[in-house]
Structures are given as structure tokens and as C-alpha cells.
């Protein structure tokens, strides 16, 4: 039986929040982490049963040097590293550090805050908020740049085989890579350009959503430097934010994928060009300021960490990173062995 995978395959939802909390330096923080994974469960559980089809999830994901302090298994997900920023001729994806993702959603904005308000009263003696961000589902799906964003994404069953974890690393099935940016867009810049042209930076049209034809579409467009092939997808999950008086207007780019690599793929050809020097028109009027990357394991394996499960065979990565109180190490490093472990 495959693992039961987290909510990372379901639609971007009405509300989001995302949330990014990294431990502090000289603290204990395996006990705490395996409380979280238990309450992320917990979470989960009660808003399907208290509000069932809101889709009221929250998805956490594990950054490389939380996974090394918190001692989790070894092998590592295969592409699981610190995200190094990719630096083109203009334009950078810069990275910033992650200890945890939280991705929370749901129809109403109650449970999205009540349930990030109780990760943050089990996290706050251990860990450090450094990023939150609330994203709305913006009219009919449409960025804050007024383009509908996520059309293309993959549907069915063909979510699943680009979201998640299969045979290729066996250990980890049913997880999936989850990288991050924090945009933020120069929409006076944007908005000043004719209808005409705010569709070329996307190779879209902007009223129906419908894709520009071959040799009318620019080749330095979003879709047209993003799409890396057929067989090469990502489950993204976008939200736009905005606020008026900090005049901060962006989107939260989050994409689900079976492989980093894919995912990378794209962020090359948007930051550095294909051919290099070709890059994303839509970079011009949209700056990351964060980029990070995530492990969201599945479900069972949150659970084997909550069940605090005898240590066994498997070799525990653990790092002498933490100073103080000891390394931090769960000694979990041997989750139970259940199907997607080995
Ligand atoms: C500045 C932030 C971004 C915005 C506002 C944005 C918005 C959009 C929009 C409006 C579309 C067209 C509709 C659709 O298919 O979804 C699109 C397509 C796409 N975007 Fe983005 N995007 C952003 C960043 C990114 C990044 C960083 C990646 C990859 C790492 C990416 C990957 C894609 C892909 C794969 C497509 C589909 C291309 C196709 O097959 O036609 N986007 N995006």
C-alpha cells in the first residue's frame, strides 16, 4: 500500500496562509518537533471532520538543516539540499534559509489562523516566525497581476505521478519536494504597460485565459521559458497577497514536485535564459525575496515521528549542529518500518 501522502495534490483553496519558523541556536528542539508533527495530524483530522469539503489542510515540509539537526532518517530524500540561489545576467533567485514550511488552507480564514496560532504556541520557545504570508484566492484565479495562474497545471490522476515520491526513491514515496519564493511585483510598472503587452510578458490573453499560438507567443514570455516540456510538470499552488499600506503586492509561489530537478529546470530558464540571456520578461516586474527549499514527507511518516518510534536499524543523520542542551536529535532516525520505509 502506497503511504498516504499529505494534502499537496488538492486545488490552491480560498485562504492560505504560509508560514516559515526556524529553530533557534542552543535549544533542544527534537521534543518539540515530534509534538508538531502530532498536532500537524491533529490538525489535519479535526478540519475534515469539523469542516468537512472546506478543504481545511495544513502541509508541512522539513528544510536540509532541520532534517540533519532533528537527525531524521539517512539516506536523505535524494534532492533534498539547501536551495543555492541562481544567479542570471539580470535577474536572481536568491535562498533563504528554512527550518519548517507550513502551508495552511481552508474556505474560511478562522481555521487558517486558529491553526497557525497553535503551531506557533508549540514552536515559539524553540523557533523563530521569519516569514508569514496570507494569500486569497484573487477573483477567478487570477494572480495579483490580473492573470489567471495555474491553468496549465497538471489534472487527474497526472497529479499524483508529478507531485509526489514513487519508485524512485522508495524510502520517501508519497512525499513530495516543495520549493518556495516570496515575489514581490512592481504592479504600478506592470499596470502601466497596454493590455497588449502585459499579455506578452505571459504568452497569454488576459480576459480568457487562452494561450498565444506558436509564433505569436514572445519567446521570452512566462509560459513560454516555464513550460520545460510535457513530461516535465510541478503541482503549483500559487497565491497572490497584497497590502495597501506597505504597498507590498506579490505572489507566493509554492510548487509540489516528484523531483527537484524539474522544478530547477525551470527556475534556469527563468533566471538565466534558454537561450541564456533570454530570460522571463514577468522577472522584470517581479523580485524573489526568499527561495527555499522543503521535504513534505507523507503522512505516516509525521506519524512514525509523533509515536516517538524505537530506534531500528536505519542510521540516523543527526549532525552535532545544536550546541547546549545536546544535538537536537530526535534518534529517530529509524521511523518505523512500514510501507514507503525500508
Ligand atoms: C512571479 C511569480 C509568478 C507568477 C505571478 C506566475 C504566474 C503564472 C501564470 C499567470 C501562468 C499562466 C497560467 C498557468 O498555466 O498557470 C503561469 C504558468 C506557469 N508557471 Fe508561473 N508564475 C510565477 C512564477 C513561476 C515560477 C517561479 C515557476 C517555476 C519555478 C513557474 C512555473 C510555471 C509553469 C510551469 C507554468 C505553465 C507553463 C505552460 O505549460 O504553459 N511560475 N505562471
Known amino acids: 500500500m502506497n503511504p498516504q501522502p499529505q494534502n499537496v495534490l488538492d486545488y490552491p483553496g480560498e485562504n492560505t496562509i504560509f508560514l516559515v519558523w526556524n ?55 535524494k534532492e533534498l539540499a539547501n536551495f543555492a540561489p541562481i544567479v542570471g545576467g539580470k535577474h536572481t533567485a536568491v535562498a533563504t534559509r528554512g527550518d519548517l514550511h507550513f502551508h495552511i488552507k481552508g474556505a474560511a480564514k478562522g481555521i487558517c489562523f486558529d491553526m497557525a496560532a497553535a503551531l506557533a504556541q508549540l514552536l515559539d520557545p524553540v523557533a523563530v516566525s521569519v516569514e508569514e504570508v496570507h494569500g486569497f484566492r484573487y477573483w477567478d484565479g487570477r494572480s495579483i497581476l490580473g492573470f489567471v495562474d495555474g491553468t496549465e497545471n497538471p489534472e487527474g490522476e497526472k497529479r499524483a505521478f508529478f507531485g509526489l515520491i514513487g519508485d524512485d526513491d522508495s524510502a520517501y514515496r508519497g512525499g513530495s519536494y516543495l520549493f518556495v519564493q516570496k515575489y514581490i511585483h512592481d504592479l504600478k510598472a506592470f499596470k502601466a504597460l497596454s493590455v497588449e503587452d502585459q499579455e506578452k510578458v505571459f504568452g497569454r490573453y488576459k480576459e480568457n485565459d487562452v494561450e498565444m499560438p506558436d509564433g505569436v507567443k ?41 523531483t527537484f530537478s524539474t522544478v530547477k529546470k525551470m527556475l534556469d530558464a527563468m533566471f538565466i535564459g534558454s537561450p541564456e540571456g ?40 543527526a549532525a552535532p549542529i545544536a550546541a547546549g542542551g545536546g544535538n537536537g536529535s530526535l534518534s529517530i532516525g529509524s521511523l518505523k518500518k512500514e510501507s514507503g520505509y525500508e
Open 218 to 258: 514572445p519567446a521570452n514570455s512566462h509560459s513560454a521559458l516555464a513550460n520545460v516540456g510535457d513530461d516535465l510538470k510541478v503541482i503549483r499552488d500559487n497565491m497572490p497577497f497584497g497590502n495597501m499600506s506597505t504597498n507590498e503586492m506579490g505572489t507566493y509561489f509554492i510548487a509540489y514536485a516528484s
Open 23 to 77: 529553530f533557534k541556536k542552543d535549544q533542544e528542539v527534537g521534543a518539540v518537533f515530534q509534538r508538531i508533527c502530532a498536532l500537524v495530524i491533529n490538525l489535519n483530522n479535526s478540519g475534515e471532520i469539523r469542516f468537512p469539503f472546506s478543504g481545511a489542510s495544513c502541509v508541512m515540509g522539513i528544510g536540509y538543516d532541520a532534517w540533519r539537526r532533528l537527525g531524521l532518517p539517512a539516506p536523505l530524500p
Open 278 to 317: 533570454n530570460y522571463d520578461r514577468l522577472l522584470d516586474f517581479s523580485t524573489p525575496k526568499t527561495g527555499s527549499l522543503f521535504f513534505a514527507p507523507s503522512v505516516s511518516f509525521l506519524k512514525s515521528v509523533a509515536d516517538g518510534e524505537p530506534a531500528m536499524e536505519v542510521v540516523s543523520s
